[in-house]
């Protein structure tokens, strides 16, 4: 099994930045891909960043120049700067390994005056 805890939602008002970590535990293989994924209220959940254990990153168009994911390891970190309001959303961790998908509790991101 695979353990996935997030850290690091929260407020926060446009323009500024937060950073979210997510830390895997258990049974992780050597090959496998982390990432975060977002859920706004009434949208289905789309992809935000995602980065292999070589490196390879890719990202959402809405998010690009304004969010790096980077990786130690079995730790994945979001840095989200400029956000905007429309980022607003649960942020989800997930690793996915041997085809198979693996999700964190979810983190709260509010974007607001």
């Known amino acids: 099994q695979v353990q996935l805890v997030e850290s690091g939602g929260g407020l926060v008002q446009p323009g500024g930045s937060l950073r979210l970590s997510c830390a895997a535990s258990?049974?992780?293989?050597?090959?496998?891909?982390m990432g975060w994924y977002r859920q706004a209220p009434g949208k289905q959940r789309e992809l935000v960043a995602t980065i292999t254990r070589s490196g390879y990153t890719n990202y959402a168009d809405s998010v690009k120049g304004r969010f790096t994911i980077s990786r130690d390891n079995a730790v994945v970190y979001l840095q989200m700067n400029s956000l905007l309001p429309e980022d607003t959303a649960v942020y989800y961790c997930n690793l996915y390994q041997l085809y198979s998908d693996y999700w964190g509790q979810g983190t709260q991101v509010t974007v607001s005056p």
């Open positions: 258990g049974s992780i293989m050597s090959l496998n891909r």
